[in-house]
């Protein structure tokens, strides 16, 4: 009973975590377009980063999750939280060493940091 209420929680989590990550991006793509107009550095690798974390990376890592709490596999489980803590490092990129951050950006990473 206990591991089914896990995987119920799990789930939630994850299911949230798309939706957020449709707003994660869409912000931060706005941010980065303002900080673009306002300052005179570049921001491709901020970009990139965003975009690999978000496109390709990040949906992976919610499939992957949400199989695994349906198939109960412990690899793939595993794997899910190697990627989280990846995922977990390029928030803190975006929370603590960016250059040019905004207070929207700020608060954004606080919660994809949590999540």
Not at 24 to 38: E, M, P, T
């Amino acid at each position: 009973m206990n591991i089914a209420f896990a995987a119920w929680g799990l789930e939630a989590l994850i299911q949230g975590n798309w939706r957020f990550n449709g707003v994660f991006l869409v912000l931060s793509l706005v941010a980065i377009i303002y900080k673009a107009s306002k300052f005179t550095r570049t921001f491709e690798v901020e970009l990139a980063i965003l975009l690999i974390l978000t496109l390709l990376f990040e949906p992976m890592r919610l499939v992957l999750g949400s199989r695994s709490t349906k198939l109960t596999a412990i690899a793939l489980l595993l794997l899910f939280m190697v990627m989280s803590a990846i995922s977990l490092v390029v928030g803190l990129y975006f929370l603590l060493w960016q250059q040019i951050t905004l207070r929207l950006e700020t608060a954004l990473s606080y919660v994809f940091v949590a999540i």
